[in-house]
């Protein structure tokens, strides 16, 4: 088959090498030029492990090519963006305006999937309607569908192989249809349902870790109150056959779980409750971390190396990362300095220095990524180029390494003691 992808990101990029692995025929569309024209000559502009030997295998082959607009195929596969707004409400006009490029491009039979994330509803209340003004019947003249991905940054092309699928079509030939193009890749199970019920499935497995994550920051929160840490608390509980408590931190990123949660909370408000208290836990904790280092600098303020602004560890990924909007939080305080060290970006120029000459001169130095080059540190470099040896680990990352003679005055998230 001939497959127009739209959209070559973070996910469309990965599933159309999948495809074209797979002996299909794989034109990915995108708006960035510079996509297209890295894609074009075998290259990525994004970071995934593989990914550019899998690109650069995949255009070789001649099943994979960039273009900047729509070109007519058998299956179209929707890949955009569907990021929050202001009031936290969906933005789909990414969509809308994919679904509406592919009206003069339709022919009876063909394949309309969407991929991106989405509220419940979607593809029933918001794509069937445009498609009909292709002159084709959604239900009877095309196989529309929604199968969305589930993978974890970093490893993506293992997971899009190994991983189950759930796909919800408009009727069932058409999960039916979808299901078996897929199975071209995917190794896992497939499961069939209706679009709506797979839109609310998607939205449902990153809002149990959000609303985990939350309880997991309450208790840290409540933990520093009562002088114990909540680290020791989690992995004890762990231990219950039953029990698997995450991982508390500075705040929630990415495009999935920050995001997810809000397309519920925006179809059912009333009713969301739980849902909407978390996020709104989660989005509050870099502030919560901001009025620690207050605490922790000296009273007219400081300098802060802040290590790591991606949303998570060993990407290049800042898509609604907690440690920028903590970044913007600490540069609010009146006297504080912020620099920022991260292999993985060019934020700032926080790529170009190493760790040690970010932090020359600070009064503190704060763990906001757990990236692997952070792991183990020259802290008595550190200790020595700093002006003030304090740490403050958010994510648990260096309290095994901390002993007495590091120097360092060291403060975990979570925990009511510290040691120096």
């Known amino acids: 088959m001939k497959i127009s992808i739209v959209g070559i990101g973070y996910i469309g990029l990965p599933t159309a090498v999948m495809f074209a692995r797979n002996g299909h025929q794989v034109v990915g569309m995108d708006l960035n030029q510079k996509a297209v024209e890295a894609l074009n000559q075998g290259r990525i502009i ?42 936290r409400s969906a933005d789909m006009r990414a969509v809308k305006a994919a679904t509406e490029s592919l009206i003069p ?3 009876k ?15 029933r209340d918001l794509m069937a309607p445009i498609l009909t003004g292709s002159g084709l019947d959604p239900k009877t003249d095309l196989m529309v569908a929604y199968c969305p991905e589930r993978v ?19 009727t069932e030939a058409a999960a039916t249809a979808v299901r078996d193009l897929y199975k071209c890749f995917v190794a896992g199970d497939i499961y069939l349902t209706d679009a709506t019920t797979a839109e609310m499935t998607k939205l449902m497995e990153n809002t149990y870790r959000d609303v985990n994550i939350a309880l997991a920051n309450e208790l840290a929160k409540i933990c520093e109150k009562m002088g114990i840490n909540a680290w020791d608390v989690i992995g004890m509980a762990n231990r219950h056959p039953r029990v698997h408590l995450h991982q508390p931190g500075p705040g929630v990123g990415g495009h999935c779980i920050a995001v997810d949660p809000w397309f519920i909370v925006e179809k059912q408000p009333d009713l969301a409750q739980i849902i909407a208290l978390s996020r709104r836990t989660n989005d509050g904790m870099p502030s919560f971390v901001r009025d620690k280092v207050r605490v922790l600098l000296p009273e007219s303020g400081g300098r802060v190396c802040v290590c790591g602004v991606t949303y998570k560890p060993d990407v290049d990924d800042m898509r609604e990362s907690p440690a920028i909007e903590l970044v913007h939080e600490l540069r609010a305080l009146p006297g504080v300095e912020v620099v920022v060290s991260d292999p993985h970006v060019d934020f700032e120029g926080s790529n170009q220095r190493t ?10 130095l704060l763990l906001a990524v757990n990236h692997k080059e952070f792991g183990a540190p020259d802290f008595a470099r550190l200790a020595a180029v700093m002006k003030t040896p304090v740490i403050l680990d958010t994510r648990n990352f260096w309290s095994s390494l901390m002993t007495d003679d590091k120097g360092f005055s060291y403060h975990l998230l979570g925990s009511g003691r510290s040691s120096v």
């Open 46 to 87: 994004i970071e995934e492990p593989h990914l550019d030997e899998a690109v650069a295998e995949a255009v070789k082959s001649g099943n994979l090519r960039a273009s900047g607009r729509v070109e007519p195929a058998d299956v179209y596969i929707v890949c955009v963006p569907t990021p929050i707004l202001p009031d």
């Open 152 to 170: 974890l940054p970093g490893r993506i092309l293992i997971e899009m192989r190994e991983n189950n699928r759930v796909v919800g079509g408009l």
């Open 105 to 107: 491009l339709l022919k």
């Open 109 to 123: 039979g063909d394949m309309v999937i969407l991929e991106s994330t989405s509220p419940p509803g979607t593809t």
């Open 355 to 364: 760790l040690v000459e970010s932090a020359a001169g600070a009064d503190l």
